[in-house]
């Protein structure tokens, strides 16, 4: 008796992105990401390729060409946000403002793209400061960029931070309380698996907090923490794409490697690898399930 097929997730569900390419030109990145078979990107918002400090009408338009020039879609805009001088629930007014103005514009530019979803954290507060009062102007400037997004005919995706990263979301369980106090519904959830496994969450745990909301997936190796390539980690990959699988997962999935920075000195390696290490959990084009 035939046993039954293990469901996978569709390999189309897999999108390229520029992690990790950040030394190269947007040309060649493009080139590349379509070389690998990919159709949609995640477009990480850094410089030089399109950075939300020099994204002028010039710039952004040379970025929709390359695109369009290498049949690549934009799923989702993803400006830095972390490293740079970008803080919308900063304790500084003026600068918290201006992170406020530049995500707007953000939203802008992901339309202009064709994108569909505008990436966003949270921000931090001052150390020093309540917690609670970082918690309320980052729901404040999540409800203004998210009113903003939806005007201009997209949605946002809001992904939780490491401890070290943010002081405001960072855990699954905050997610779910974070996205109520906004109460957008153009605001859907981003798993990161290194902050799940860091922040002692699972994929359960975020199939059963925000269901059909868990639209992406950023599939990176940890130990926990860290975001490394497949395999020079210790998470159960494998494992969490079969579980996502199970579920009946219908958004989409990219791979997010960093490390301390070598990647980039080769990153057609570091993502080879990576699509080598998650072809077997992916169902194929003509493949029967």
């Not at 989702?76 to 803080?87: L, R």
């Not at 999540?142 to 979301?169: F, S």
């Not at 579920?247 to 920075?261: C, D, I, M, S, V």
């Amino acid at each position: 008796m035939r046993k039954p097929e293990v469901p996978k997730l569709s390999a189309r569900q897999l999108i390229g992105a520029n992690f990790s390419f950040q030394h190269y030109p947007f040309e060649k990145v493009a080139e590349i990401i379509r070389g690998f078979g990919f159709a949609e990107i995640e477009l990480w918002g850094i410089a030089p390729h399109l950075d939300l400090f020099h994204a002028d009408a010039a710039r952004i338009a040379r970025v929709r060409g390359i695109l369009a020039d290498n049949s690549l879609s934009t799923w989702g805009f993803t400006p830095e946000q972390v490293i740079y001088p970008i803080n919308i629930a900063s304790g500084d007014r003026q600068f918290r403002q201006d992170s406020i103005d530049r995500f707007r514009h953000a939203a802008e530019i992901c339309a202009e793209l064709g994108g569909r979803y505008l990436f966003l954290t949270t921000g931090r507060g001052f150390e020093s400061a309540p917690r609670e009062r970082a918690w309320e102007d980052a729901a404040e400037a999540l409800r203004q960029i998210a009113g903003h997004a939806a005007a201009c005919g997209i949605r946002c995706l809001l992904e939780p931070l490491q401890r070290v990263e943010t002081n405001i979301v960072t855990n699954a369980a905050e997610l779910s309380r974070m996205l109520s106090d906004v109460g957008s519904p153009v605001i859907d959830v981003v798993l990161d698996t290194v902050g799940m496994a860091t922040a002692g969450d699972t994929v359960a745990d975020y199939l059963r907090l925000f269901g059909e909301r868990l639209a992406h997936v950023q599939l990176v190796d940890g130990t926990p923490a860290d975001h490394l390539a497949w395999g020079d980690g210790n998470l159960p990959l494998g494992s969490y794409l079969q579980q996502l699988a199970d579920a009946g997962y219908r958004g989409k999935l990219t791979f997010e490697p960093f490390g301390n920075g070598s990647y980039a000195l080769d990153p057609v390696t570091t993502w080879s690898r990576c699509l080598e290490g998650i072809a077997p959990y992916l169902q194929q084009a003509g493949e029967v399930a």
